[in-house]
């Protein structure tokens, strides 16, 4: 028998496994299920992690509430209660798929109330603040 040495990355976590080869010929055969995993020392994925519930007050989406436009983890919030914005403004950043995009205000006005904090991980259409 022979084994192959493989990178599999989960998460963003990599792992080094031993894989056995069963067969080196270029035909086309019928996959084998694999045998389930017997040894307790290969890695096991990390959880994934549960995304972080909507506060119980948050208010529901309409005039004045900016939403999150995509799913993500917040990096930093760019306002705080009392400051005026216009539409069009960064109110804050999230990380989503490895990449940072900025949230913009769509609505000119103060900002209220700010629902997330830098660290939570919000779902598309989360109310993230409140502008009137």
Avoid: N, W
Avoid at 47 to 54: F, I, K
Avoid at 73 to 88: F, M, T, Y
């Amino acid at each position: 028998m022979s084994y192959k040495k493989l990178r599999i990355t989960v998460d963003g976590k990599a792992y080094d496994v031993e894989v056995e080869v069963l067969e080196e010929s270029g035909g086309h055969h019928a996959p084998t299920p694999a045998p389930a995993p017997t040894s307790s020392t290969a890695p096991k994925p990390p959880p994934a992690a549960a995304p972080s519930a909507a506060p119980a007050t948050a208010p529901a989406a309409g005039p004045g509430v900016v939403a999150a436009p995509i799913a993500g983890v917040i990096l930093e919030v760019l306002v705080k209660r009392g400051d005026r914005v216009a539409s069009g403004d960064k109110v804050l950043s999230i990380e989503a798929m490895k990449m940072q995009s900025f949230v913009h205000s769509d609505a000119s006005g103060q900002v209220v109330e700010v629902l997330v904090a830098p660290g939570d991980s919000i779902a598309e259409g989360q109310p993230i603040l409140r502008v009137e």
